[in-house]
């Protein structure tokens, strides 16, 4: 069961007024954990101690502590000993192992973490624990998110059920102003760690390593898979099923952050295919959602291919070739072969542009390999996010 | 002498009323020629049709000719055959030979070249040859630029003076809203061929190839340079001095072009230094210069390392080591080894990025490489001109 989580929340009284914006999650012993983390080369304090955590064994109950407001991120040795000094305390009040404690931080870089409102804060989320919800924490771990992001799912094989609940924050995705991706998504099922990892690994490949909202990792990004191990089921037998679900779960907060991407008004699906190898798809998906251009179109409502095939040419992929090239915007074909179908008509296009979600399909050759990339328009609303004043 | 150089200019009439939009250049038989061209492995028509005339033989009489509005790019092999037309007929009406006139468009991608207008403006242009004047042909070059771009430069070695000439066009670089850099360099030094491609080579990967305003380049960006063989001055002895005064051209060109960027208020000069390869140092520079996050942040003169660091990281350099960086902006010091620096204060940061030029300089290491990238802010203004639609 689910309901085995302990869920307590707190407010530090600061950044976001009377906001939650502290939370601790308590898994019992049973629950196994898989986390991955940024590939930012310039890692958060806390994502350092996470990482060297989960070098070590997990064991007994452990706990998920999270602040929003302060990513405690280029603080260098401070930031870390800051880190140390909340999980000893909670270690203390809970009598959990240090080891079995994993720390989150969102929010502003550069700064050293406010340890005079946070101590508190988390005696607090301790004494709420089981008092407060899933929405609770979801909303406790926002930064600038205009709305926290959950995601129920139920599903039954044969005779039992199982559920996951997904939850993540992050906005102008990937290093957004004073922002990260955290995401906790919890099962009931009962898998092994290395099972779990695994299964969770190829979630975050199709989920949120595909969207790109800006290009950039931030240094905390984190993701966190809990398996509670109450239902038992056949893992071998049903792991595609299992698979299947956790990415829906997985492909729904992604989709979430995107549509929530700073100043977002549109999701822009961009499907590369036919290259012989899937990181040269990936290549060129990636910079057809990364080109401002393309982006500042999507916003305009303006199909320009011309722009899309730009950027795709730009990705610098050997195989590459305008002759092989067929496109199509969302079920209309632009580009065959590199020469403009007689059916399409700039009226089609823009029909496909004034949509809330934008399909971009690219065919540049006849292999089997495919990579999909999720992005948002680029607006007037993300420069004035971005460029408003820190303080 | 730069005056053997002839240059006529006239217009279509079409899409910017009666403003000059076609050009053509006359070159004398002594002239050597370099060019070089887009690395988008999509490559408009004349693009093409140039890096052939470049594998033949260069000798005799040459033209330039340049026509703005219409990049014909994306135009398939209707494309290619409308640029081999008007060659044919400029050949025709000047008897200079087909191989040496290199043809440039630049401007809307996706779109047929108007044959009907673009056929008597190029007559046009050759009755005019000697009549314009290279800011006629500045002009004549433009698309959205909203000024000419030209930097003349005079040197002296010894008893003897040569002169360099350098136009460019180009906004939103690279590849911009209906755009290209297309830049022509002229001197009237006396240089083989092969030196002058090597010259060309240099100069460009010190100037062209280090701006970046949106991160792509164009299927229609070229570059000339021409030496018309009147000056005649010891090359090998002088080859420094020569390099030195060519990349002051080159680069000047460049800064015009990043400062008339779409939107741009600002240019942010990136250095990174200290990694064991240069390429390392250069990617580190533009995955800097490419982060939105960045460019908001000159913008909105928000002096926010945080986000400058973080794009660093993320250049994915396996040496990248934050205990090791360096951060500067401008004169002041900003971090030393990873940590904040005493001295440093939010104030000073705030001068620095209230400047027009902001100099960012990033050390992550001991070795002497070091690659500078030059790059515009993200301004609503960038938003605005790109996301209107192209009718």
């Not at 290259?275 to 251009?293: E, G, R, W």
Request: aromatic share 6%; with cysteine; hydrophobic share 35%.
């Amino acid at each position: 069961m689910l309901s085995d989580i302990k869920i307590g929340c707190s407010s530090t009284n600061t950044k976001y007024g009377k906001r939650l914006d502290t939370a601790i999650i308590e898994l019992d012993t049973k629950a196994n954990i898989s986390g991955l983390f940024t590939s930012n080369k310039f890692k958060s304090a806390p994502v350092q101690v996470c990482l060297d955590q989960f070098k070590k064994k997990m064991h007994g109950k452990k706990m998920l502590i999270v602040n929003a407001g302060n990513a405690n991120a280029a603080t260098g040795e401070k930031g870390i000993e800051d880190t140390k000094k909340l999980i000893n305390n909670i270690s203390n009040l809970s009598g959990i192992e240090f080891n079995q404690i994993l720390p989150f931080s969102t929010g502003v870089v550069g700064e050293l973490l406010d340890m005079e409102s946070l101590v508190p804060a988390f005696k607090d989320c301790i004494k709420n624990l089981s008092k407060n919800t899933w929405s609770d924490f979801a909303k406790a771990i926002m930064t600038t998110d205009t709305h926290h992001k959950m995601v129920k799912h139920e599903v039954k094989i044969g005779s039992k059920k199982f559920k996951i609940i997904g939850i993540a924050k992050g906005v102008g995705m990937i290093e957004p102003n004073m922002a990260t991706t955290l995401s906790y998504v919890f099962t009931d099922l009962k898998i092994p760690t290395i099972k779990l990892k695994k299964l969770h690994k190829k979630a975050c490949d199709n989920s949120f390593n595909v969207i790109s909202i800006d290009g950039d990792q931030s240094p905390s990004d984190s993701t966190i898979l809990v398996a509670t191990g109450s239902v038992d089921i056949d893992i071998k037998r049903y792991e595609q099923k299992i698979e299947t679900e956790l990415l829906t779960v997985f492909r729904k907060l992604s989709e979430k952050l995107v549509l929530d991407g700073e100043g977002a008004t549109k999701l822009i699906r961009i499907n590369v295919k036919g290259l012989s190898s899937f990181d040269d798809c990936k290549k060129v998906a990636l910079k057809i959602a990364n080109s401002p251009l393309v982006k500042t179109a999507a916003y305009g409502e303006d199909p320009n291919w011309g722009r899309i095939i730009s950027a795709a040419g730009n990705a610098n992929v050997d195989e590459f070739d305008m002759n092989n090239l067929n496109l199509k915007i969302g079920k209309h074909l632009v580009l065959f072969k590199g020469n403009l179908s007689k059916s399409y008509s700039e009226s089609k296009g823009k029909r496909e542009f004034r949509k809330k979600i934008i399909q971009l399909d690219i065919t540049l050759g006849k292999s089997k390999n495919s990579a999909l990339i999720m992005t948002s328009d680029l607006t007037p609303d993300y420069i004035s996010i971005n460029s408003d004043y820190r303080s």
